[in-house]
């Protein structure tokens, strides 16, 4: 079965740290552009950032530029976003999801990341 | 404020029609085939519905169908069923420092 799963959301204190791991299984993940997609309370999807099949290449949506990371083990199957410098406005559910002829198939069940004192 | 504009809801009884706008510019909805459409049920992971504007991926039902005419894109849902009710969200590749933008979501009634 095609899956993705995240993992690693949690309470942060504005300025803190954490990172979001996905795990993905049943298809060669080492093939495709893997994306993080966020949703903070009650409002709609918002791209964050995305990255090539060997890593090589990554894109930020303006507002966590320079304060978040993705990378991806493709040895693992694993995807990331190392998020440092966490603000309020950060605070959402965040999904890992798959890129496939310019859409967006198949999605984890998602992390939820909550930024407060 | 997203990028792509949505209708905040739309309603209908079941067996009947609706559709969803989703209004961009020509810098994403209007300059790429690249439109894809997704469905979310409170709490769920979003589910891939249309993309490349008009197409369905494997298991979606033919009653989802998708169009788009200049900077505007359409989602169309027929013979309404009370499971189509959920959040609607159109998603478009662009041409600018935001490659990716979604709509702000339409919430679908079914009456």
């Known amino acids: 079965e095609v899956q993705l799963v995240e993992s690693g959301g949690g309470l942060v204190q504005p300025g803190g740290s954490l990172r979001l791991s996905c795990a993905a299984s049943?298809?060669?993940?080492?093939?495709?552009?893997m994306y993080w997609v966020r949703q903070a309370p009650g409002k709609g999807l918002e791209w964050v950032a995305n990255?090539?099949?060997?890593?090589?290449?990554?894109y930020y949506v303006d507002s966590v530029k320079g304060r978040f990371t993705i990378s991806r083990d493709n040895a693992k199957n694993s995807l990331y976003l190392q998020m440092n410098s966490l603000r309020a406005e950060d605070t959402a559910v965040y999904f890992c999801?798959?890129?496939?002829?310019?859409?967006?198939?198949?999605w984890g069940q998602g992390t939820m990341v909550t930024v407060s004192s | 404020q997203s990028a792509l504009t949505q209708p905040a809801s739309v309603s209908g009884s079941p067996g009947q029609s609706i559709t969803i706008s989703c209004t961009g510019t020509?810098?994403?909805?209007?300059?790429?085939?690249?439109v894809s459409w997704y469905q979310q049920h409170p709490g769920k992971a979003p589910k891939l519905m249309i993309y490349?504007?008009?197409n369905r991926p494997s298991g979606v039902s033919n009653r989802f169908s998708g169009s788009k005419s200049g900077n505007t894109a359409s989602l169309t849902i027929s013979g309404l069923q009370a499971e189509d009710e959920a959040d609607y969200y159109c998603?478009?590749?662009?041409?600018?420092?935001?490659?990716?933008?979604f709509g702000g979501g339409t919430k679908l009634t079914v009456l």
């Open positions: 998603s478009s590749f662009a041409s600018s420092s935001t490659p990716w933008v």
């Open positions: 049943g298809f060669t993940f080492s093939n495709y552009w």
């Open positions: 490349g504007v008009t």
């Open positions: 999801t798959r890129g496939w002829t310019y859409a967006f198939d198949i």
């Open positions: 990255i090539k099949p060997d890593g090589s290449v990554e």
């Open positions: 020509s810098s994403d909805v209007g300059g790429y085939n690249y």
